[in-house]
């Protein structure tokens, strides 16, 4: 492809994107979605649109996760008290993976080439980067709730990461916090200085990591999430 068909490409890619979910935000105002996004709220609301409960759930948590401000977390609250946990947990989750995959792939087109060259031997971003490293990145800030579901999916997106292992960190990761509030629905809160602390470790193991395992590539951790091999020279 050459570079204006690329660009061309993404260019009607985002408009594509934006359509769609411009359409179903149009969607669900029009059909009265209640603008405090309270558990009990939501649900009151899906269940008062009948047979369109699901669906609208299922384009509501879609929505959430690829445009971001809207919180995911009152959504799958919400979702458990409308359709009971099983239900609701794999509505809320299918509607999430849909959503992640969305804003990964809009990711990996727009921005993954250029960090990979810049950045061709970073284990995150490189040619090389470790798909275990990434999988666990991935799991583990999908395990807590206080990361944006968005950010992370679009920060994913721009790494090395396969689609296969970042849908499993995906699914695994979010599993635990989806049944949780499902269940618990409104009742459940979150503790802030808990969340607080847990982020600044978190963030911390995060930026911390890639820089010491760039300087320790033949350490045991940096062997095995597979960084002891010297990154492959591109062919010309």
């Known amino acids: 492809m050459t570079v204006r068909s690329v660009w061309a490409f993404r260019v009607v890619l985002i408009a594509t994107v934006v359509t769609i979910m411009a359409g179903i935000w149009w969607l669900l105002q029009g059909l009265g979605l209640p603008m405090s996004l309270s558990p009990s709220g939501i649900a009151a609301w899906f269940n008062s649109q009948g047979s369109l409960g699901p669906l609208l759930l299922l384009l509501l ?47 990996r087109v727009l921005g993954r080439e250029a960090l990979r060259a810049k950045l061709p031997t970073n284990p995150l971003f490189g040619n090389q980067g470790s798909q275990r490293l990434l999988f666990l990145t991935v799991l583990i800030t999908r395990l807590v709730p206080i990361f944006s579901f968005a950010l ?3 920060a994913a997106g721009v790494t090395a990461i396969s689609v296969g292992r970042y849908a499993a960190g995906t699914l695994i990761g979010m599993l635990p916090m989806s049944l949780v509030f499902a269940s618990l629905g409104q009742s459940f809160e979150l503790s802030p200085l808990l969340s607080l602390l847990a982020a600044a470790v978190i963030l911390t193991v995060m930026t911390l990591l890639p820089w010491y395992l760039s300087r320790r590539r033949h350490s045991r951790l940096a062997r095995w999430l597979h960084l002891d091999t010297p990154p492959k020279t591109p062919r010309n």
Request: charged share 0%.
């Open 61 to 107: 948590m879609m929505l959430a996760v690829v445009v971001g401000p809207i919180p995911t977390l009152p959504v799958t609250a919400a979702a458990g008290l409308a359709f009971g946990l099983v239900k609701g947990v794999l509505l809320s989750v299918a509607g999430a993976m849909a959503g992640a995959l969305i804003a990964f792939y809009l990711a």
């Open 152 to 154: 992370v999916s679009y």
